[in-house]
């Protein structure tokens, strides 16, 4: 059975998770439990929260979503090698021996202008390093696409703006043929992974027992499917951290309403004095006017924030509502006491306190306490200016607050490899009475090792200008 579970806080999933667990373990104790997360440091925050609640935690995988559907390809599936020919790396490696035969080709010409001048290939390692990149977003979001193209087919989105990616596309795939591997790829095995689950009335002996699918935010459509057709032989749950307890999925942000209207907007041009034309131009002008309205009406946009800020829930619950499930929803209440908190109320309830007669009556108005530090910007020059300010921050909250621990905090980061020298400097050299304990997940592998970076960048001293510092 496939179910999903909604909550907007995340510990009520965790303790539901617990719980699942609690009440029906696995009859193998040597059986590992799965469990679907979409980042290292989820996992590992989960890792810590299961061995809160049960003393320890062992026994557990938390494999990431692609690698676990390869997985099942290749439990399920015949002659699926365990590691795919078209993975990111082998892909560069393959284009950048292709290019260079193909640029005398007319529609390769835009490529063969930026490999101009490339003596060192190191253009040519960027440009098949980014094209395989983009061939493994469409293997994942735009499968249709690489079976029209081993079809014979064209793709009306790309046919005039990029020719050469099927041409290149198609290359590719013969050439991993001619190397003896195997042409099996995601895009390829979709279909006929679930086909064969549909259709197979029996047990899988190869299917983990159960599934948990903890802290994903968003999930490409077909690997949904494929966790549907999973669903059909073994229980999967599905825990989805939900802000809004209605349905949300075609909330739309006011900007985006505002420039559909502008995009769809007809002109009609006239020549000296045709009154006519000009009087169905301001008709057509007034009634896109009222259509822009309509779409910007409250009922509409749902809450302007959620709206703008929270695209991929929006797109992931649209996708789940898609599919036939069972769904349990486990919402709580948020008290309005404070600032973050109206605003949490405002998104669970799909409120919107931005209309102007709202703004106008006082009655609507939220009072926010002058002491309400909830939720704080801070504009800094720099990012260990930013680092800084958070160290400062934390000391003042664990200052106010004697129950809170580290443990309790998690800092969110965009780009945690850009703000990792910053970090160590700031939190692994504070003094003492200063220290606070930290760790930093989900960074790359030469972030991890300061002598792989070490080496890396003795590799790269003769194309490199360095500082008399840095030297």
């Known amino acids: 059975m496939f179910t999903v579970y909604h909550s907007n806080q995340v510990d009520v999933l965790k303790s539901l998770l617990v719980e699942l667990i609690r009440i029906s373990p696995l009859e193998n104790p040597f059986e590992k439990e799965q469990i679907l997360?979409?980042?290292?440091g989820m996992s590992q925050w989960l890792k810590m929260e299961l061995a809160k609640e049960f003393g320890v935690a062992a026994n557990i995988d938390f494999p990431l979503p692609a690698t676990f559907i390869w997985e099942m390809f290749t439990q399920v599936l015949p002659d699926v090698p365990k590691r795919s020919a078209f993975n990111k790396e082998a892909m560069t490696w393959k284009l950048m021996h292709l290019l260079p035969g193909l640029l005398n080709q007319e529609v390769f010409s835009p490529l063969a202008q930026y490999l101009k001048d490339d003596s060192d290939h190191s253009k040519l390692y960027q440009l098949a390093e980014k094209i395989a990149d983009i061939f493994d977003g469409y293997l994942v979001y735009r499968p249709e696409w690489i079976a029209s193209w081993e079809a014979g087919q064209s793709v009306p989105e790309l046919e005039d703006e990029h020719p050469w990616q099927p041409i290149l596309w198609q290359a590719l795939y013969d050439h991993t043929v001619?190397?003896?591997?195997s042409p099996c790829h995601r895009a390829n095995l979709y279909e006929h992974f679930i086909d064969?689950?549909?259709s197979f009335n029996g047990n899988f002996d190869h299917l983990p027992k159960r599934l948990f699918v903890f802290g994903i935010s968003s999930l490409p459509p077909r690997y949904m499917d494929a966790l549907k057709a999973i669903g059909?032989?073994?229980d999967v749950h599905l825990m989805f951290t939900n802000p809004c307890r209605y349905y949300w999925g075609e909330v739309r942000d006011r900007k985006y309403?505002?420039?559909l209207a502008a995009k769809h907007r007809q002109h009609v041009v006239w020549q000296d004095d045709h009154s006519e034309v000009q009087g169905e131009t301001e008709q057509l002008k007034g009634s896109l006017e009222d259509n822009v309205i309509d779409e910007l009406h409250t009922d509409v946009v749902g809450n302007s924030l959620l709206a703008s800020m929270g695209k991929l829930g929006r797109d992931n619950m649209y996708l789940l509502s898609q599919l036939e499930s069972h769904e349990i929803e486990a919402f709580v209440d948020v008290e309005?006491?404070?600032?973050?908190?109206?605003l949490q109320a405002d998104i669970l309830n799909l409120e919107e306190h931005q209309d102007d007669q709202q703004i106008e009556n006082s009655h609507h108005k939220q009072v926010v306490s002058l002491g309400d530090k909830s939720l704080s910007l801070h504009a800094c020059h720099s990012p260990m200016?930013?680092?800084?300010?958070?160290?400062?921050?934390?000391?003042?909250?664990?200052?106010a607050d004697p129950t809170l621990k580290p443990r309790d905090i998690i800092v969110m980061v965009a780009d945690i490899n850009a703000y990792s020298p910053a970090i160590q400097a700031v939190f692994g050299n504070a003094p003492g009475e200063?220290?606070?304990?930290?760790?930093?997940?989900?960074?790359t592998a030469d972030q991890e090792s300061p002598i792989l970076a070490a080496f890396m960048q003795l590799v790269n001293l003769p194309n490199t200008r360095c500082l008399a510092s840095e030297l």
């Open 257 to 259: 309403l505002a420039r």
């Open 385 to 399: 200016r930013e680092v800084e300010v958070l160290h400062d921050q934390l000391l003042a909250m664990f200052d």
């Open 196 to 198: 064969t689950l549909a």
């Open 232 to 234: 059909e032989h073994i």
């Open 336 to 342: 309005r006491d404070s600032l973050l908190h109206q």
């Open 178 to 181: 001619s190397l003896g591997q």
């Open 37 to 40: 997360v979409q980042s290292p």
């Open 434 to 443: 200063r220290f606070i304990p930290y760790s930093i997940s989900d960074r």
